[in-house]
């Protein structure tokens, strides 16, 4: 009975010690960038847990002009920002570009919620590699709206990745939260 016992412990140690390590390679077997715009810093805190929660990458979208508070005023038609999403044509510059893209499996896309989209910058970032076989997942932040059609748009821009409708969190969204959320796709 002891040895039967024993054996049924070992059995269950070696079970447990399997499944462990076979969700810490599920987490790891893909590997990941998180890119992310953000005009006044709360896309970039949500980027920084998720990128630390999942041991990915993190790539900051920096405009090659950075905007201003007047760029970012939304009750001023003529502010930078309302002009360039008026626009959709716009493609305001970036400064700088992910070295080697092509390592990437999983890229996901933060910024904040511009008039209910994705900001044009993200539409310059989405047009400037070659997402061929690769996953792309948005995430946003916003005063109150949801992600709307940005996934949508972001597929048009780069038909060969997969894009991923996403999701918006609220600023305080925690790393564990995140990482729940993202594991589905590494
Ligand atoms: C030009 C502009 C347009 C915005 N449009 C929206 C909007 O349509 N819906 C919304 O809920 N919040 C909107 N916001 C608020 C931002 O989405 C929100 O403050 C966001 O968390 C800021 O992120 P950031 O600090 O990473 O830039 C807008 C902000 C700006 C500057």
Redesign the pocket.
Known sequence: MKKLFSAVLTALTFFTAFQTHAEENKMSDKKALVA???????????ADRLAKSVGADLFEIKPAQI?TDA????RDKQ?R??VE?NDRSSRPAIASKVENMAQYDVVFV????????E?SIIDTFMESYDFAGKTVVPF???????I?DSGKNMQALAPKAKVLEGK?FP?SVSADELKKWASEWL
């Open positions: 992310y715009f953000s005009a006044s810093g709360v896309t970039a805190g949500v905007y760029d970012l005023n939304w502010s920002s309302s999403m933060g910024f904040p919620i511009w008039w209910y989209r900001p946003a932040t916003s005063g109150s709206s949801g709307g918006r600023a």
